[in-house]
């Protein structure tokens, strides 16, 4: 537990995390079954997990201008597969990158990460202009399935699809890339 937080602040300070899907209101997230202090400590070491790839993707995005599809590119590779969790980058295309975080278990909620190359008359709505954008979500409910691989984006932060709930909004640091 201690390990996946200090990761998760690691990454906060090399990721700026803008909070929940900004298409709802206060009224309509707090009607979701599923809300971010209810992650068990499972639950909150697969979003430090997916954090991380998130981080290593848009590294990899900078410099090469295109996505990881195995993970080989990142220092430390995958995570590694666990009682609780398989982690996998399940599709790749030159404007999305989608990865998940399978649960092991019937009791823990699956998640995804979704990075997006944001289309340009979108991009003033992102932060500093950024050319990408990720996102995580997670279930609602304990799922042995990761949350609908979502459409190309359309804005700069897309929602969540039916069925989850978004654990935050990434943008690399620095914004402008």
Do not use: H
Not at 3 to 29: D, F, P, R
Not at 36 to 50: H, I, K, V
Not at 54 to 65: A, L
Not at 116 to 132: G, H, L
């Amino acid at each position: 537990m201690m390990k996946a937080y200090l990761l998760l602040l690691s990454l906060i300070s090399t990721v700026i995390t803008i909070s929940a899907c900004t298409s709802q209101s206060a009224s309509e997230s707090a009607a979701e079954p599923g809300q971010l202090s209810d992650l068990s400590a499972a639950e909150s070491a697969a979003l430090a997990n997916l954090s991380m790839m998130i981080n290593e993707q848009f590294s990899i995005y900078d410099t090469q201008v295109k996505f990881s599809a195995t993970g080989g590119e990142f220092r430390e590779g995958l995570p590694p597969s666990d009682d609780n969790y398989s982690y996998q980058i399940a599709q790749v295309t030159p404007t999305k990158v989608y990865m998940t975080a399978i649960a092991n278990q019937s009791n823990l909620r699956s998640l995804s990460a979704q990075i997006f190359v944001i289309p340009e008359a979108s991009r003033t709505q992102a932060y500093s202009n950024s050319p990408i954008s990720g996102s995580i979500c997670v279930t609602n409910t304990p799922s042995q399935s990761a949350p609908t691989e979502p459409a190309d984006a359309t804005v700069a932060e897309p929602p969540c699809p039916s069925g989850s709930f978004s654990a935050g909004v990434f943008y690399p640091y620095g914004g402008n890339q």
